[in-house]
């Protein structure tokens, strides 16, 4: 077997082998923004920072983070940034340029992509980036590879003082396989003072010098890209293959299980820039190719413009074979390949129409006990009172979930930050009784609501922004941010209170709401709707209440007893407020239409004790002081 | 040593990963390579759980459609939406329990309908009433070891992997008791049924 002889091997979800990848190759300084696919690299970095001495922090944004690792790798110290692939556009501008400086030190840039868009917006394909700013992007061939090609990443960014990208993806980061750890070295960073601004100081007469060095460091690059270990020709035939990133685990396996010999196949786990002499070598004498790889057809623009340069004329295949959208799979490699090669495919799936079973869709929804339920139940009745016409500007968080029956609370979903910008057009453009609701999250306020928050009092923007403070980044797994008030390892932080920050840019009405109070949280709501009504002005309105599921693993950890609530049958009506209109997932209803609460789904909050209308609910088990503590 | 293909599904919060982490460690510790795919994206929020696990010299990790051998499903809405990874010589091991998506005015199907439909397409179906066999065992979270045990009772795994090695792992576990004896529970109703 292949790991026969490796006895000392781990199972490591992929994000971690790339994590334990970075100290291996001598990281000293980690920065990054939560975000899926990409969060568990930074979270492992932080418990093997105790250890290993380097250092971390979870960024206010993306930006912010690769600008403190660009500058951290500028001060000479072995640095790495990680973000979603979304989160690049977000850190782009310093990205774009970072290629002309380069760095003193490796410089790793992870860009953690979302073919299929599991939890993303697009499936952006941010090797694009690479090919357009100048900078090596490695993607391992299978998640067993994950942990050596982060160690590469970091070698070909030392070596050349250049940054470099390693894309992964959710498949690769959210994989478990076998890793064998090697040797972990304590590093505190140390850097120096830089005094090069002909280098550093990026003023047009520099940059003009910078981007003639930067071509030619680029040549450079691909011809280390033609001999690295990581990139190679394997078997041997008419018929070449050549696989980007993990396409390569995919042919491996489709070519194994179609029974397929007599094949040539380049993988390249290092293809921007394109190596052009391992191009070469792979396609001379071949007749027929096949390029596989996932989104978008980097390699084969390049290939197929290396392969006319060099005057080859065979068939090249790519996205005519290879689906354009979604991940790839087996059944997509393997069909791609029994075009190529003329063979079988090999499955033979039973046909199931799935619509004949009627099965009722099970999309993600707020959690029992998330205080956005009682915020978003509120914030209707409130807009009902106060009689205006909303649209809801909604942005990126759990209470996206709210865009979902029975809420339909949000019109708009676009990017981190965009609610508040996108009331910023609203605003401008609508009658007096129609107003924009931005809803924005505690951590996407300080990632990017700040500027756009900023511009609608300047601009005198009337829109109530409602910023659902649960005090954690949620959505990643509950991680802390500038409001939180402790750091990932529950040391104390200072804390940003949002209700100050929207002061101090010019909100002149701030409110503050417990949405677990919900009869309180209408009342308030309404007061500010009516403020935006009538004087034409953006008001702020923070709700403010901890992440239940966050809350509730503290309270298990602590074997703290949740407060308990029980539905009173006499009482019921079977109206279905509770599981319907408010839709808590621990109430469910009774054969004969009456609620009932699942003790093992029901965290205690006791919202749901305001929503009914007939005093149904009521309690089993009150808050204790102890369990009012884990709040804050 | 042929390679296996496992899909594992159910519902965010029943243990899916965790069913998962304890299959690769007993596969991990013998030396045989194992692969497990997660979408676990927003699936703490209560959505679909598909976990992929993929046994032998294997490059990729996920199970393709029509490409599984065994198909687990912790809950039986779930087990239904995954039929496409069958074929005709898929083993299917259902959890008879279905949990109601948090979603206003949805139509329950009847469970009996559901595995009838499924075996008139010529899907073979094995069911177990974990989630009664799991508060048996002393705890409704132990569903995810009791359809684990379902699945050792097959003897289809590869590599000669016994009881043991999964109690082992298991014993590592928190409420490990509780766990053991769901895992023993789901082994026998499976060996009775086959």
């Given amino acids: 077997m292949p790991n026969s002889g490796e006895s000392r091997s781990i199972m490591l979800l992929g994000n971690e082998a790339v994590a334990y990848g970075a100290v291996e190759a001598g990281l000293e300084f980690a920065a990054a923004y939560p975000g899926t696919p990409s969060t568990e690299i930074v979270e492992t970095l932080f418990k093997l920072s105790k250890e290993y001495g380097f250092y971390v922090e979870w960024s206010t944004n993306e930006k912010v983070a690769l600008e403190a690792a660009y500058g951290a790798a500028i001060g000479g110290v072995k640095s790495l940034v990680a973000m979603k692939h979304v989160g690049v556009n977000v850190a782009m501008d310093p990205l774009s340029t970072s290629a002309y400086t380069g760095v003193e030190a490796a410089f790793v840039v992870v860009s953690a992509d979302d073919p299929d868009m599991w939890s993303s917006q697009n499936e952006q394909d941010n090797r694009w980036y690479g090919v357009r700013s100048y900078i090596p992007v490695l993607e391992a061939g299978s998640v067993l590879e994950?942990?050596?090609?982060?160690?590469?990443?970091?070698?070909?960014?030392?070596?050349?003082?250049?940054?470099?990208?390693?894309?992964?993806?959710?498949?690769?980061?959210?994989?478990?396989?076998?890793?064998?750890?090697?040797?972990?070295?304590?590093?505190?960073?140390r850097g120096s003072i830089i005094k090069n601004p002909a280098k550093y100081s990026v003023i047009p007469a520099h940059a003009r010098q910078l981007r003639r060095k930067l071509v030619e460091r680029w040549?450079?690059?691909?011809?280390?890209?033609?001999?690295?270990?990581?990139?190679?020709?394997?078997?041997?035939?008419?018929?070449?293959?050549?696989?980007?990133?993990?396409?390569?685990?995919?042919?491996?396996?489709?070519?194994?299980?179609?029974?397929?010999?007599?094949?040539?196949?380049?993988?390249?786990?290092?293809?921007?820039?394109?190596?052009?002499?391992?191009?070469?070598?792979?396609l001379d004498g071949v007749e027929k190719v096949l390029i596989v790889e996932e989104l978008e057809p980097v390699v084969e623009v390049f290939l197929k413009s290396y392969a006319y340069d060099e005057g080859f004329s065979m068939e090249i295949h790519?996205?005519?074979?290879?689906?354009?959208?979604?991940?790839?799979?087996?059944?997509?490699?393997?069909?791609?390949?029994?075009?190529?090669?003329?063979?079988?495919?090999?499955?033979?799936?039973?046909?199931?129409?799935?619509?004949?079973?009627?099965?009722?869709?099970?999309?993600?929804?707020?959690?029992?006990?998330?205080?956005?339920?009682?915020?978003?139940?509120?914030?209707?009745?409130?807009?009902?009172?106060?009689?205006?016409?909303?649209?809801?500007?909604?942005?990126?968080?759990?209470?996206?979930?709210?865009?979902?029956?029975?809420?339909?609370?949000?019109?708009?979903?676009?990017?981190?930050?965009?609610?508040?910008?996108?009331?910023?057009?609203?605003?401008?453009?609508?009658?007096?009784?129609?107003?924009?609701?931005?809803?924005?999250?505690?951590?996407?306020?300080?990632?990017?609501?700040?500027?756009?928050?900023?511009?609608?009092?300047?601009?005198?923007?009337?829109?109530?922004?409602?910023?659902?403070?649960?005090?954690?980044?949620?959505?990643?797994?509950?991680?802390?941010?500038?409001g939180t008030g402790f750091y990932q390892d529950g040391r104390d932080a200072p804390v940003i209170d949002i209700e100050d920050v929207a002061r101090g840019m010019g909100v002149k009405h701030v409110i503050k709401f417990d949405p677990y109070n919900i009869n309180e949280a209408v009342e308030k709501l309404t007061d500010a709707l009516e403020i935006v009504k009538e004087q034409r002005i953006p008001v702020v309105a923070v709700a403010v209440r901890a992440c239940s599921l966050y809350i509730d693993s503290i309270a298990r950890r602590k074997g703290v007893e949740r407060p308990l609530y029980s539905i009173d049958l006499e009482k019921c009506t079977a109206c279905g407020i509770c599981y319907n209109a408010f839709s808590c997932p621990a109430i469910v209803p009774l054969e004969d239409g009456k609620a009932s609460i699942d003790p093992t789904l029901c965290v205690g909050c006791g919202e749901c004790v305001y929503v009914c209308p007939y005093n149904a609910i009521h309690t089993i088990r009150p808050w204790t002081k102890e369990f009012e503590s884990l709040w804050w | 040593m042929k390679y296996c293909d496992i899909l594992v599904t159910g519902v965010g919060g029943q243990g899916i990963i965790t069913f998962g982490r304890v299959l690769s460690s007993v596969y991990n510790k013998r030396g045989v390579r194992v692969m497990m795919a997660e979408t676990h994206g927003m699936s703490q929020r209560g959505g679909s759980v598909?976990?992929?696990?993929?046994?032998?010299?294997?490059?990729?990790?996920?199970?393709?459609?029509?490409?599984?051998?065994?198909?687990?499903?912790?809950?039986?809405?779930?087990?239904?939406?995954?039929?496409?990874?069958?074929?005709?010589?898929?083993?299917?091991?259902?959890?008879?329990?279905?949990?109601?998506?948090?979603?206003?005015k949805i139509n329950m199907p009847s469970p009996d309908e559901l595995i009838s439909k499924a075996e008139s397409l010529g899907i073979k179906i094995l069911t177990v009433n974990a989630h009664e066999l799991a508060l048996k065992a002393g705890s409704a979270l132990s569903v995810n070891m009791v359809m684990l045990g379902g699945l050792v009772a097959l003897d289809i795994l590869p590599g000669k992997v016994t009881k043991k090695d999964f109690l082992d792992v298991i014993s590592g576990l928190r409420m490990s008791e509780i766990n053991s004896k769901a895992f023993e529970m789901g082994y026998d109703a499976v060996k009775t049924i086959l």
């Fill in chain 1, 146 to 189: 994950l942990k050596d090609v982060t160690i590469e990443a970091f070698k070909l960014s030392e070596k050349f003082k250049h940054p470099v990208i390693l894309r992964t993806t959710t498949r690769l980061g959210h994989s478990r396989a076998p890793f064998n750890i090697g040797e972990l070295v304590k590093r505190v960073p």
């Fill in chain 1, 318 to 482: 790519g996205k005519n074979l290879v689906p354009l959208t979604g991940e790839l799979n087996l059944n997509k490699v393997c069909m791609a390949l029994s075009k190529f090669f003329e063979v079988e495919y090999p499955y033979n799936p039973i046909k199931v129409n799935i619509e004949d079973f009627g099965l009722p869709p099970r999309p993600p929804v707020l959690c029992p006990g998330c205080p956005h339920r009682g915020t978003f139940y509120a914030l209707r009745k409130a807009v009902a009172k106060a009689g205006v016409k909303p649209i809801y500007n909604g942005d990126i968080g759990c209470y996206s979930l709210g865009v979902l029956p029975p809420y339909n609370m949000q019109d708009t979903i676009v990017e981190m930050g965009g609610s508040i910008g996108f009331a910023n057009g609203f605003a401008h453009i609508l009658s007096d009784k129609e107003i924009p609701i931005a809803i924005i999250g505690d951590s996407t306020f300080f990632h990017s609501g700040l500027p756009p928050l900023v511009n609608a009092v300047y601009n005198l923007a009337p829109m109530l922004v409602l910023v659902m403070d649960n005090r954690v980044t949620a959505m990643t797994g509950a991680q802390p941010h500038p």
């Fill in chain 2, 50 to 104: 598909e976990v992929h696990i993929r046994i032998g010299d294997i490059h990729s990790p996920l199970v393709p459609v029509g490409g599984a051998d065994v198909i687990i499903g912790l809950e039986l809405i779930e087990t239904m939406r995954v039929l496409r990874y069958a074929n005709k010589d898929t083993i299917v091991v259902a959890n008879t329990r279905m949990i109601r998506p948090a979603l206003p």
């Fill in chain 1, 219 to 282: 040549l450079e690059i691909e011809k280390y890209m033609d001999t690295a270990g990581f990139n190679w020709i394997e078997g041997d035939g008419k018929y070449l293959i050549v696989t980007s990133g993990l396409a390569y685990g995919y042919v491996k396996d489709a070519l194994s299980i179609m029974g397929i010999r007599n094949y040539k196949i380049l993988k390249l786990s290092g293809m921007v820039p394109l190596p052009r002499r391992l191009v070469k070598k792979a």
